[in-house]
Nanobody, 126 residues
Framework: QVQLVESGGGLVQAGGSLGLSCAAS????????MGWFRQAPGKEREFVAS????????AYADSVKGRFAISRDNAKNTVYLQMNMLKPEDTAVYYC???????????????????WGQGTQVTVSS
């Protein structure tokens, strides 16, 4: 069973930057496409970004496009989310997700991802 562990969450002022990382471990030894979702208090969990297996294809929610950047390092089974120009509206628990290794394409649906991390809190102060 694949396990995902997020790190890098914390408190940051509006306009600042924060980088998140998520490392996959366990069996199978590799995963396919990976993504980030977030959930604010009282709101539904929403798609943030996704990256294909090769790392060349990415997808972003309109709300973060131009501010966030997703990347991955397959040698480390790790996905990253660089968040810039943060806004108070970005405050949420951020979840890392991964698809099985044979699913290489990006996807913005929660149901497309079989593996999930515990989440890491990101708080943006005004």
């Amino acid at each position: 069973q694949v396990q995902l562990v997020e790190s890098g969450g914390g408190l940051v002022q509006a306009g600042g930057s924060l980088g998140l990382s998520c490392a996959a471990s366990g069996r199978p030894f590799s995963v396919g496409a990976m993504g980030w979702f977030r959930q604010a208090p009282g709101k539904e969990r929403e798609f943030v970004a996704s990256i294909g297996w090769t790392g060349s294809n990415t997808a972003y929610a309109d709300s973060v496009k131009g501010r966030f950047a997703i990347s991955r390092d397959n040698a480390k089974n790790t996905v990253y989310l660089q968040m810039n120009m943060l806004k108070p509206e970005d405050t949420a628990v951020y979840y890392c997700a991964a698809r099985a290794s044979y699913y290489s394409r990006t996807d913005n649906r929660e149901a497309a991802y079989g593996y999930w991390g515990q989440g890491t809190q990101v708080t943006v102060s005004s």
